[in-house]
C-alpha cells in the first residue's frame, strides 16, 4: 500500500488549499481514509475522515465548517479542502487509510494501518 500526500504550500490566514493523497496497492474504495496533522512538539491529531462510499464523514471540532473531505474511489484519491485557513492550521499533514473492516470512522493514529509522507502546510498571519 502505497499513499502519495500533495498540495501543500504557504498560504496567508484566511486563504485556502487543496490537499490530494493518491493511493495504490489496495482496492480503496473497501477502506475508511484520514486526515491528520502534526505541529512541531505537537501530538498527531485527526482532522478528517471519510467512509467507504464517501456519504460519511467525521471533521475534528477545530476545522468543522472550514474543512471538507471527499473522495474519488475511481481515481483512488481523497482530498482535504481547507478554507478560512488559520496559523493554528500549520502543520505537516498526513493522510492514512484504515485497512481494517471497521464501521465507523475512527480520529485515533493507531486505528490507521498505511501513512503517507506527509506535506507541509504553512498559514502566515
Known amino acids: 500500500v502505497q499513499l502519495q500526500a500533495s498540495g501543500g504550500g504557504l498560504v496567508q490566514a484566511g486563504g485556502s488549499l487543496r490537499l490530494s493523497c493518491a493511493a495504490s496497492?489496495?482496492?480503496?474504495?473497501?477502506?475508511?481514509m484520514g486526515w491528520f496533522r502534526q505541529a512541531p512538539g505537537k501530538e498527531r491529531e485527526f482532522v478528517a475522515g471519510i467512509g467507504r462510499s464517501g456519504s460519511s464523514t467525521s471533521y475534528a471540532d477545530s476545522v468543522k465548517g472550514r474543512f471538507a473531505i471527499s473522495r474519488d474511489n475511481a481515481k483512488k484519491t481523497v482530498d482535504l479542502h481547507m478554507g478560512s485557513l488559520k496559523p493554528d492550521d500549520t502543520a505537516v499533514y498526513y493522510c492514512a487509510v484504515d485497512y481494517s473492516r471497521r464501521l465507523f470512522i475512527a480520529t485515533t493514529p493507531a486505528y490507521y494501518d498505511y501513512w503517507g509522507q506527509g506535506t507541509q502546510v504553512t498559514v502566515s498571519s
Open positions: 496497492g489496495l482496492t480503496f474504495s473497501t477502506y475508511i
